[in-house]
């Protein structure tokens, strides 16, 4: 496989879906981050082109078995590298510090029982144990916290989140990702170069850039997508490098190839997850499908026990090939944990899951829906303890 990095020279723009039509006012609004189909389709239209950088419908077929893994994001350090980011994982919650103000803290969600051998009011297929904190905390979640984490501060939170309690600056944690650019444009009369009378639109991209704290321009960061390719071995396909268009508007991007590769599992992942008899946790790090909505069918050998998700994103799409509208699907979004004994050999399991896709669609797996992570947990679910105060008011 080969890590690409896309750098969006211009503003990216990921429709949400919203129709666009020339009408007076008409707004284009972009997504908070790119679905993987989008990049997948930027991969596979890069590979399907000829000489001319004209796409050849004769190469469909063969593109279409292209793999991708991602998008990711990136963000280019001092030294000229990508150190990877991902979207917060929904089983942390984070608090502005008590003490020390402009610090956060961090409080791991956990599965849970409730006191007094209490059940739920739940459907027979849903997990046996409730996702929260263990003991109440009245504080509303800061407005400060990161939607994406740096793979550092994140890779400690897979391998021990109840010990990531240590306050933190919420720059050390990680950033909100590329932000919003928005824009109004004009339609030009060609014979005059003059303003069209009504022909005003506005359209809202994606900025690739990391604002730093101190106000400097030297200390901004660059940002982008990285993504993993696996091409096709019977064919001669290939991605060029350098500067092509992609997304709404054929914005530019920058496309080429670094020697990195995506992060590698910690050396001590295994063995800490055969030590809790199988008992781990799975983290979404793109959106993914399932038939049964939020929940997936990780089939006999894995047992599905408990599950942070978030609400679902929808996602559709043009079919090149059909010349139509692809199905609109409801999504588990980024970030979604879930909290699973898996039965079977780890090792293996681990290493299938591993920043590999997890969907029900196998076409959505191939382009990078439902890129996972592993993490522990001990398998216990603690007393959740009730609020003498709340206890008394119901």
């Not at 263990?134 to 400060?144: G, H, L, T, V």
């Not at 080429?256 to 800490?272: D, H, W």
């Amino acid at each position: 496989m080969t890590l690409w990095i896309i750098e969006p020279q211009d503003p990216l723009i990921v429709r949400d879906g919203r129709p666009f039509h020339a009408t007076p006012g008409a707004r284009a609004r972009s997504l908070p981050f790119p679905f993987p189909s989008t990049t997948a389709g930027g991969v596979r239209t890069r590979a399907g082109q000829d000489e001319n950088g004209i796409f050849d419908i004769e190469n469909i077929e063969d593109v279409k078995k292209i793999c991708v893994r991602g998008p990711l994001l990136v963000e280019q350090n001092d030294a000229q590298e990508w150190q990877f980011l991902v979207p917060a994982p929904a089983d942390a919650l984070v608090f502005d510090d008590k003490i020390e103000e402009g610090q956060i803290e961090r409080k791991w969600l956990r599965p849970l029982t409730l006191p007094g051998g209490a059940d739920f009011d739940k459907p027979d297929n849903f997990t046996p144990h409730i996702v929260g904190l263990p003991k109440p905390d009245n504080r509303k979640p800061s407005q400060n916290a990161p939607e994406f984490w740096y793979w550092d501060v994140f890779e400690s939170w897979l391998l021990d989140p109840a010990g990531q309690t240590a306050p933190l600056k919420p720059a050390q944690l990680g950033h909100n990702g590329p932000q919003p650019d928005r824009r109004v444009h004009v339609g030009i009369n060609p014979a005059t170069f003059t303003g069209i009378d009504g022909a005003l639109f506005a359209t809202s991209g994606l900025t690739f850039w990391q604002r730093p704290e101190e106000d400097s321009l030297t200390a901004a960061r660059k940002l982008g997508l990285a993504v993993d390719v696996k091409g096709n071995d019977s064919s001669e396909l290939e991605i060029a490098i350098g500067f092509a268009p992609l997304g709404g508007e054929r914005r530019l991007m920058n496309w080429q190839q670094t020697k990195q590769s995506l992060p590698t599992k910690p050396n001590e992942l295994v063995q800490k997850i055969k030590e809790n008899d199988g008992y781990c946790r799975l983290i979404l790090l793109t959106p993914t499908y399932f038939k049964a909505g939020w929940q997936p069918d990780f089939g006999a050998d894995v047992k599905l026990l408990a599950a942070a998700v978030a609400n679902p994103v929808v996602v559709s799409g043009w079919d090149f090939a059909k010349h139509g509208p692809k199905a609109t699907k409801r999504l588990a979004p980024a970030g979604s944990v879930y909290f699973v004994k898996v039965k079977g050999d780890v090792t293996q399991w681990v290493k299938d899951r591993w920043l590999q896709p997890l969907s029900d669609d196998d076409e959505m797996s191939k382009v990078g829906f439902g890129l996972t992570a592993v993490g522990i947990w001990d398998g216990t679910a603690p007393t959740m303890k009730i609020d003498a105060k709340e206890k008394n008011n119901g």
